[in-house]
Every structure is written in C-alpha cells, then in structure tokens.
C-alpha cells in the first residue's frame, strides 16, 4: 500500500510501518518527508531478535555499510530542502573506542549528504561509572545532515531554539557611548583605558568625544558613524601619471612611476566647535579612576559626580561588553608606505638596525620597510602613529602620508547578537530520559523537539526509519507536525500506541 502525500500534508497525524526499513522505504513517495530524525541500532549493543535486524552485523564496516545503503534510499524521500539528524552512540571492543559513529558520517559524506554539524548531546544524568581504566563517555553525537547537492539551500530555523541575550537594547545614539570603555590599541607597549565623559558634535554633523585617560590626560576623538566601515577607503592619486589609484592591484601599475601617489583624504573636522550633546548626564568612573589618588589628580568638570555606574546608558552597555577602540581612520595600502619610507631611509643612509636602537625597539623598524604583508605574521606593517612621527624626526620626511598613516578615529565594538538571540551551538546538555517500558534506550523528548523546531517546518512530515517507542512520532505530534514511523518489531507497535495518540494508520509490510 502506498502512502497518499497529499492526504496526510495538511493532517498532523502518524502513520507507522511495520517491517524491514529497506522494503517498507522502497515504498515511499519520493520528496515527501521535510526531516528525518532517527538512532539506528547501535552495533552490537542490542539484539532485537529478528533475522532482518541491523546492528548485529560481524564487522563494524558491514553495520556502516548497511546503514549507509538504508540513508541513500532515505534520500530520495527526503525533499532537496531537509534535514536529517542521526544519532549514533560509541561502541568500545578490545579495549578501544572505534569511532563508528565518525566513520559512518564520513561514508555518508561521500554519498551523498552535506555534513552541516557534529552536535554533541552531553547527559549531565549519565550512568555512573566505576571505570578506572579511562573516562566514562558521557555524550552522543548527532549528526545534522542535508544532501549535498541543496547544501546552499535548505530549510533550517534557529529560532526557536535561540537563547536569550542579555543585551536587548543596542540602540545607536551617539549620546549613549558617554560614560563607555575606551581602549587605545595604537600603542605598541601600555594598551591604555579610559571613559567618555563628554560628547560633541560640530555644525557639520561630525560626532567627537572627549575622552578622560588612566593617565588622567583627556583628549578629543572623532567617532566613527556607526553605521560606516570601520576604516575608510581612501583613493590616492599618482603624483605622476595623474591617475587614480583604488587598490592594492592598482599599485602595480605605478611601479614606473617615479612620484609617490598622494591620498585624498576628506578635510580634517573641525573640533573646536561644539555643540554639546547630552551635558547634564552624569558619568561613572571607571574602577581604575576611582582611586583617590587619581580622582584627585581629574581636574574635569565632573569631578564631583557621584560614582554610579548605572547613571548612564553608555555605562550600563560597556557591563554588556561594548567599548569603544580608538584605531587608524583609513585603510592604508602598506606596500606604498614601505616604498615610501625606503626612499627616505636611503636618502638618510640609515640602517634599520640604527632606527630600531634609536626608537629602543629590536626586530620592530625592519618591518616597516618590507612590502610583503602577510598574514604568516612576518611580512611588513605599517608603523603605529606614535612611531610614525618618532621615525619622522629620524628620517626627515615629507608630511604627505602623515594624516593617512596617523589619523585615528573611535569605532564601536560589541558582539552582535542575533536580534532573535544567540545561536544555541553545538553542545547540547539534555537529560536522559527513562523510558521502562522499551528495552533499548530511546530518545528524551527534548532532543527531539530540537530537531523538529530546527529542521521540519510547521505542519511538515518528520520521519524516523528506526522508531522504536515512536518518541518521534509523539513529539512530533505535540508540535504540530506530521510524522511517519518505521519499526521492525511488531511487538513495540503497543509501545508506540500508547505514546502516539494521532496514529492514523498501521501498515504491516511483509
Ligand atoms: C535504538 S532503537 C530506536 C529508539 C528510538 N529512537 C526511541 O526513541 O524509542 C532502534 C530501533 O530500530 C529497529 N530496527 C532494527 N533493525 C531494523 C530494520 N532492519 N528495519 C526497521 N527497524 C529496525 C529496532 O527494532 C529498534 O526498535
């Protein structure tokens, strides 16, 4: 009897099929089914007593050569969009843990189906155990497959399963990153902190902070819009042929030329004006300057301010991890610096032996003058500003790439959380379940309501080919989502019964 699809789309009801997986899977429609969910038997761990059985195979190959067969027919009834979650638990023979539930998804890889995860499902109830011999195996790997020719496009929904964040609110005031963390990374020893504990902006729209260090010296910043690339691209044009240098591959073509290309950079904003934004906020200190010592040193005018770090919402957002990090402004081409500052080191006739013991660093000014940047770490890099201006007095150059190469600006940094919430990972901790009336372990129900929120939509077809007690089926069933039921052994047809209230048929296949 062949199973009619369009009846049971709309009906969220179960049918179960009694006999051997391969026959009764020769007889499903193709495409019908939106996830598979299933535990196989695990080799050599349970005798069901029936001749057709699988897991009682001689060799651990022949079981994965088994199983892989039964998951290629499964295949064709899985639709190109599904999901299909296996479970396969470890197995140890003479002494040593063989890995079968890793052999088998890497056969299946090879057959057909996209490896999308390994999640582990930890037990934090598992056996205990006496072992003294090793460590007692307290997971299971389930593995989250779709076929290989849809791994671009299937359907997956974290939603549901997503945790809570506790950083709701990242709205993107400019106001609100008074009283933040601020770290200045463009130091190359003493990576220093300090605090906003003002906020500008100037009749042309530019945002700038004043920031309060730990060394108790403030300075004024410009603030990256948020909504804007952390650094900016900035065009050079050739001082020589007179055209536009864009990127990296641009600057081959001006080998030849003899000028070094100039950048053209935005006008410098004007900081002095300022329209003060928010000024009757108070500010928090941060932990360092809350010493007396310093704090007495701070000649600010919030001086007074009571030490609250719930007074403003910038405050609140840095307990979320939120900072602020002041880095270069623009995006630097390091080949043309390099190319640059070679031509003023021969110029100067110095060695970069000399300007490291100049500047008191070793192995540092070498790296200056080299135009491979690689990201094996021993390629060129681009002097920090503080260096910048120290090599300036060495080599005695130019002002041309001194705004380019020293310009710096604030950027936000945060985690950004999904707007739904966080990605649930990998690791899941569910507790076993334990089921007295089947013989062999079943499945706890909420491993398999993740499954079915995160691959079968609602109203779709869950299959598992090894049913057992028919947790599928009944968690299936409590979600709103139709299911179809394989099993080998008509005695468990009971055991599922009684779970599964929605049962709309039982098909004996012989
Ligand atoms: C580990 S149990 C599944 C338990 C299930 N996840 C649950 O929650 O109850 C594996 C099931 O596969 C069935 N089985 C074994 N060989 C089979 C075969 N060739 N065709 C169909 N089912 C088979 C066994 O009878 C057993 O009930």
């Not at 500008?200 to 403030?218: H, M, P, Q, R, Y």
Request: include cysteine; charge should be positive; hydrophobic fraction near 35%.
């Amino acid at each position: 009897m062949v199973l009619d699809y369009n009846q049971i789309k709309d009906k969220k009801d179960i049918i179960v099929y009694i006999g051997e997986i391969n026959k009764v899977l020769s007889l499903l429609p193709e495409g019908m089914v939106d996830c598979i969910i299933t535990s196989p038997p695990y080799w050599k761990q349970r005798d069901y007593k029936n001749p057709l059985q699988i897991g009682q195979e001689n060799s651990y190959q022949e079981y994965i050569n088994n199983l892989v067969n039964v998951f290629g027919r499964m295949k064709k009834i899985l639709k190109p969009t599904g999901t299909f979650f296996l479970n396969v638990g470890y197995k140890y023979k003479s002494k040593e843990l063989l890995l079968i539930p890793e052999l088998l998804a890497v056969e299946l890889q090879k057959n057909g189906w996209a490896l999308l995860n390994k999640i582990i499902w930890f037990k934090p109830n598992a056996m205990p155990s006496s072992l003294d011999c090793r460590f007692s195996n307290v997971y299971e790997p389930i593995f989250l497959f779709v076929k290989e020719e849809n791994k671009y496009n299937y359907y997956l929904s974290l939603d549901k399963l997503r945790l809570p964040i506790s950083n709701l609110t990242i709205d993107r005031n400019p106001e609100d990153i008074l009283g933040l963390e601020v770290k200045n990374s463009l130091l190359k020893e003493n990576k220093l902190k300090g605090q906003v504990i003002n906020i500008f902006k100037n009749s042309k729209g530019d945002i700038f902070a004043e920031v309060l260090w730990e060394n108790k010296k403030t300075t004024i910043e410009l603030v990256q819009d948020f909504s804007e690339e952390s650094q900016l691209p900035v065009e050079l044009v050739c001082q020589g042929c007179k055209k536009i240098i864009k990127n990296e591959m641009d600057i081959n073509a001006h080998y030849i030329c003899k000028e070094f290309p100039k950048p053209i950079l935005p006008p410098q904003p004007d900081l002095s004006e300022r329209i003060e934004l928010k000024p009757s906020v108070l500010f928090p200190y941060i932990n360092s300057l809350t010493k007396q010592s310093k704090r007495q040193d701070y000649k600010g005018k919030f001086k007074l301010s009571p030490d609250n770090r719930g007074a403003s919402p910038g405050a609140r957002k840095s307990l979320f991890g939120e900072y602020l990090v002041l880095q270069r402004r623009y995006k630097i081409f390091q080949s043309i610096i390099a190319e640059y500052l070679r031509f003023w080191r021969r110029n100067g006739g110095i060695t970069t032996k000399e300007i490291d013991k100049l500047l008191g660093y070793r192995d540092t000014a070498g790296h200056w003058f080299r135009r491979d940047t690689g990201s094996w770490g021993r390629g060129g890099s681009i002097p920090l500003p503080n260096d910048w201006f120290r090599l300036k007095e060495i080599l005695k150059f130019d002002a041309l790439y001194d705004r380019w190469v020293t310009e710096t600006h604030l950027v936000l940094q945060t985690v950004k959380p999904h707007p739904k919430g966080k990605n649930p990972g990998d690791v899941w901790s569910i507790k076993l379940q334990p089921f007295p009336e089947a013989h062999f372990a079943t499945f706890p129900e909420e491993l398999v309501k993740r499954c079915i929120e995160a691959g079968c939509p609602e109203g779709g077809v869950v299959l598992d080919p090894f049913a057992g007690s028919g947790t599928v089926g009944k968690v299936a069933n409590d979600l709103g989502r139709n299911a179809i039921l394989i099993e080998l052994v008509p005695e468990y047809l009971n055991i599922i019964k009684k779970r599964c209230l929605n049962i709309r048929e039982v098909i004996y296949v012989k």
